[in-house]
C-alpha cells in the first residue's frame, strides 16, 4: 500500500513538473492570441474546418464505389464545386487534389483512370470558380454537367468499357444533381451568412 502510494505521489510529481514546464502563461497568451487571429480570420477558419470535415466523407464515398461495381457515389466532385462557388480556384484545385489522391490511398484503389478523374475534377472546377456570378444551384448544375461530358469522352479513349463508362456518368449525375445538391445549396446559404 505504502509502495502504491509512492508510485502515485511520483506519478503526480512528474504530471506537476510536466504542466509547469509546458503551461506557462506566456504559452497560454500565444495561444489566446492565436485563436483571436483565427476568429478574426474566420473565412480561413471555415475553410479549414470545410475541408477537415468533408475528407472523411469524400474517402467513404470513394470505398462505396469500390465496394459496389459500375456505381459512382462520388463526393470529391460535389464538394469541389463548393469550395470553388465560395473560395475560389485555387482552394478547390489544391483541395481536390489532395483529397482525391487521400481518397484513392485510403480505399486502396489508384488505378490510372481514378487519377485521371481526380485531376479533371480539380481543373473543371478550377474553371468554374471564376463563373461565380450566377447562383450556386446553376453553378452546381453546370459544374457536374461539364465534369460528366468531359469525363465521358476521356474514359471513353482510355478505356473504352461503354457499360463501366454510361454506369459511372449516369450514376454520377444522378447522385450529385439529385442528392448532394439539395444538401449543399442549404449549406451555401447558411456559409454566405458569415
Known amino acids: ?3 502504491k502510494q509512492k ?3 511520483k506519478k503526480n510529481a512528474q504530471l506537476k513538473k510536466y504542466l ?3 503551461f506557462k502563461l ?3 497568451l500565444l495561444l489566446a492570441i492565436g485563436i483571436l487571429a483565427l476568429a478574426l480570420f474566420s473565412d480561413f477558419m471555415i475553410v479549414v474546418i470545410l475541408m477537415v470535415a468533408f475528407l472523411p466523407v469524400i474517402a467513404w464515398s470513394q470505398i462505396l464505389s469500390k465496394i459496389i461495381p459500375h456505381i459512382n457515389v462520388d463526393l ?5 464545386a463548393l469550395l470553388g462557388y465560395l473560395y475560389g480556384p485555387w482552394i478547390t484545385l489544391v483541395y481536390t487534389i489532395f483529397a482525391g489522391f487521400y481518397a484513392l490511398y485510403k480505399s486502396s484503389f489508384i488505378r490510372y483512370l481514378q487519377v485521371v478523374r481526380v485531376i479533371f475534377v480539380g481543373l473543371t472546377n478550377f474553371v468554374m470558380a471564376y463563373f461565380t456570378d450566377m447562383s450556386f444551384n446553376q453553378y452546381f448544375i453546370i459544374g457536374i454537367l461539364i465534369q ?3 469525363l465521358y469522352f476521356v ?3 482510355l478505356d473504352p468499357d461503354p457499360i463501366q463508362n454510361y454506369t459511372h456518368r449516369g450514376t454520377h449525375l444522378l447522385s ?6 439539395y444538401i449543399f445549396v442549404p449549406l451555401v446559404t447558411f456559409l454566405n451568412m458569415f
Open 176 to 181: 450529385n444533381l439529385l442528392i448532394i445538391r
Open 20 to 22: 509547469d514546464k509546458y
Open 7 to 9: 508510485n502515485i505521489s
Open 155 to 157: 474514359y471513353s479513349v
Open 76 to 80: 470529391l466532385s460535389g464538394v469541389s
Open 148 to 150: 460528366n461530358v468531359i
Open 26 to 28: 506566456r504559452y497560454l
Open 1 to 3: 500500500m505504502i509502495k
